[in-house]
C-alpha cells in the first residue's frame, strides 16, 4: 500500500513541470483569450457583478482611477 501512495505522488509531481517564458511568448500570454473566462462578455460581467458586490462599490474598473482620490 505504501508503495501504491508512494508511486502515486511521484507520478502527479512528475507530471507537473514549471517551464520559463520566453520575452517573445510574453505577448501571447497577456491576450485577453489567455485570461480567465477568455474573451467572453457575460463571464466578464458576472465576474465584475461579483467583485463588486464583495467590495460593497460600483466602478472603479475603468484607467481613470479607482475611487480612492489617487487620480
Given at each position: 500500500?505504501r508503495?501504491?501512495?508512494?508511486s502515486?505522488?511521484?507520478?502527479?509531481?512528475?507530471?507537473?513541470?514549471i517551464?520559463?517564458?520566453?520575452?517573445?511568448?510574453?505577448?501571447?500570454?497577456?491576450k485577453?483569450?489567455m485570461r480567465?473566462?477568455g474573451?467572453?462578455?457575460?463571464?466578464?460581467?458576472?465576474?465584475?457583478?461579483?467583485?463588486?458586490?464583495?467590495e460593497g462599490?460600483?466602478?472603479g474598473?475603468?484607467?481613470?482611477?479607482?475611487?480612492c482620490?489617487?487620480n
Amino acid at each position: 500500500m505504501r508503495t501504491l501512495y508512494l508511486s502515486l505522488v511521484i507520478t502527479l509531481f512528475g507530471g507537473c513541470s514549471i517551464k520559463d517564458v520566453k520575452p517573445w511568448e510574453k505577448g501571447t500570454l497577456a491576450k485577453e483569450t489567455m485570461r480567465e473566462g477568455g474573451g467572453d462578455v457575460l463571464f466578464k460581467k458576472f465576474a465584475n457583478h461579483i467583485y463588486f458586490s464583495k467590495e460593497g462599490s460600483k466602478g472603479g474598473g475603468g484607467v481613470a482611477g479607482g475611487g480612492c482620490g489617487c487620480n
